[in-house]
């Protein structure tokens, strides 16, 4: 069996389904079971934030069906593939004329049978109408709490909390960390880096919100929280006042957002001085030695093209150019190829199921306070309580996690687009996932001036 692997991010404001990295390695794994090949992953994402209605992989992945490249297909669950009964009778369409085998996590979706039909059918259906519902559920409390412009546990950096005489809880500014918020936007505005402001900030031994540490992301997304100009947000977008006191001018507010959000910037937020693709992580073929790039120069009136040099016995020295080619052909046929995959899935330290598991649990009582707020069996201040300790929980095992995941570039190369996602990832990671996955060896040149790529040695690392 020729088995493509379809993953889908969906749109799904709270995060309860799936992440389109587990699908793919339960996926794998079921693929595995059944020795099918895998020759193909397909992943959407439809948490973009127009939501648009065309998913390029799944036409991509219909096509390969139609085409006869692929003949089995494994999802996590019949709702992954398919998001509406019609999509669902386009794949039973499509099975029945080519023969197309479908497999979900456990289970087998046999779309060949008229009960294999109707089991799918009423699958989808199920999973459609639970969707609709916890999501319907879900969003009103949550929804009712941010729109009442009700501040969550704490008071955020640079604010303080009081109550007012009618009871409610209010935040205004701290003096000092509003001040210190705003000389860092001023700072930034005006075209400090944030690693400057955060550095400057530990040498003055200026306290950070809950630590002593300045770090640029957090430092980050305190300039971009709408509190600071008084204002609430639901789902990234300001749905009113907060129950605060604005503390930094919109003026400001605005600039600041403007250059975060600067897609230019973002780009080149990774901001290393830009090194070469291999140096210090090619060795020299004689004696191990690290190799060094020099750039390109004159040497007696002769152009000297820019080469990697080993800076140890100083007897191997190559042109950069034809090395950095080979080495990134090689890395690309390897993060195109499904069974590297594989092979990091088998690779996680333990540490992660269980992070996951801990991170479904919390879902589930989440999910469970919630149907017992709908039901009525529990109030929306129970709610409220069991969410206020619940969240915090959740978005630190969810952190973790992302922690542990962001560990590994690697899985975010991985799969048929490789090729275009290394085009766009920063030179740091690059190099990175160099070092992850190979050692390379430059051997000196032979006679003769013709480049030799066997000459260039390559060893993958297990
Ligand atoms: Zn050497």
């Given at each position: 069996m020729r088995a493509g692997i379809y993953a889908r991010i969906s749109h799904d404001p709270f995060e309860t389904t799936l992440g389109v990295q587990r699908q793919i390695e339960d996926c794998t794994k079921e693929a595995k079971r059944r020795n099918w090949e895998i020759v193909e992953i397909y992943q959407d994402n439809d948490v973009s934030a127009t939501r648009s209605k065309v998913r390029p992989e799944y036409q991509r992945m219909l096509s390969d069906v139609?085409?006869?490249?692929?003949?089995?297909?494994?999802?996590?669950?019949i709702d992954r593939l398919t998001r509406t009964p019609r999509e669902l009778e386009d794949i039973i369409d499509l099975a029945d004329k080519m023969n197309l085998s479908m497999a979900n996590v456990g289970g087998e979706i046999d779309l060949s049978t008229p009960q294999g039909k109707l089991t799918a059918r009423i699958k989808g259906n199920v999973a459609r109408h639970e969707a609709e519902q916890m999501?319907?559920?879900?969003?009103?409390?949550?929804?009712?709490r941010a729109l009442s412009g009700k501040p969550h546990s704490y008071a955020p950096y640079g604010f303080e909390r009081i109550t007012r005489e009618d009871g409610t809880k209010w935040d205004i500014a701290n003096r000092e960390q509003a001040d210190v918020l705003n000389e860092a936007a001023e700072r930034y505005a005006s075209g400090e880096s944030l690693r400057s402001?955060?550095?400057?900030?530990?040498?003055?031994?200026?306290?950070?919100?809950?630590t002593d540490k300045w770090a640029t992301t957090s430092?980050?997304?305190?300039?971009?929280?709408?509190?600071?100009?008084?204002?609430?947000?639901?789902?990234?977008?300001?749905?009113?006042?907060?129950?605060?006191?604005?503390?930094?001018?919109?003026d400001l507010y605005n600039q600041?957002?403007?250059?975060?959000?600067?897609?230019?910037?973002?780009?080149?937020?990774?901001?290393?001085?830009?090194?070469?693709?291999?140096?210090?992580?090619?060795?020299?073929?004689?004696?191990?030695?690290?190799?060094?790039?020099?750039?390109?120069?004159?040497?007696?009136?002769?152009?000297?093209?820019?080469?990697?040099?080993?800076?140890?016995?100083?007897?191997?020295?190559?042109?950069?150019e034809p090395i950095d080619q080979i080495v990134t052909g090689a890395v690309l046929g390897r993060l195109k190829d499904p069974k590297l995959l594989v092979a990091l899935a088998k690779d996680t330290s333990g540490e992660l199921p269980r992070l996951r598991e801990r991170l479904d649990?919390?879902?589930?009582?989440?999910?469970?306070?919630?149907?017992?707020?709908?039901?009525?069996?529990?109030?929306?201040?129970?709610?409220?309580?069991?969410?206020?300790?619940?969240?915090?929980?959740?978005?630190?095992?969810?952190?973790?996690?992302?922690?542990?995941?962001?560990s590994n570039p690697i899985i975010g190369l991985i799969g048929a687009n490789a090729a275009e996602r290394w085009e766009n990832a920063?030179?740091?990671?690059?190099?990175?996932?160099?070092?992850?996955?190979m050692t390379v060896m430059i051997m000196p040149a032979g006679a003769g001036g013709k480049f030799n790529p066997e000459l260039i040695k390559i060893e993958w690392k297990a």
């Open positions: 139609a085409q006869g490249h692929i003949n089995a297909m494994v999802v996590w669950d999501s319907r559920r879900l969003q009103r409390a949550f929804q009712q402001i955060c550095q400057d900030f530990m040498r003055r031994g200026i306290p950070a919100a809950k430092l980050r997304q305190m300039f971009l929280r709408p509190v600071n100009i008084g204002m609430r947000q639901h789902k990234g977008v300001i749905v009113g006042k907060a129950n605060a006191d604005p503390i930094m001018s919109e600041v957002c403007a250059r975060l959000t600067d897609p230019e910037r973002i780009k080149h937020a990774y901001g290393r001085t830009p090194r070469q693709l291999l140096s210090a992580i090619a060795q020299c073929g004689l004696c191990g030695g690290k190799m060094r790039y020099s750039k390109a120069t004159e040497y007696r009136g002769k152009k000297v093209p820019a080469q990697y040099d080993c800076k140890e016995c100083f007897k191997v020295r190559r042109k950069s649990g919390l879902k589930a009582r989440l999910d469970i306070a919630a149907d017992q707020f709908a039901d009525g069996t529990i109030t929306g201040e129970q709610l409220k309580r069991i969410n206020s300790k619940l969240i915090p929980d959740m978005e630190d095992t969810k952190k973790r996690i992302g922690h542990l995941q962001g920063p030179l740091e990671i690059r190099r990175q996932v160099i070092q992850e996955l």
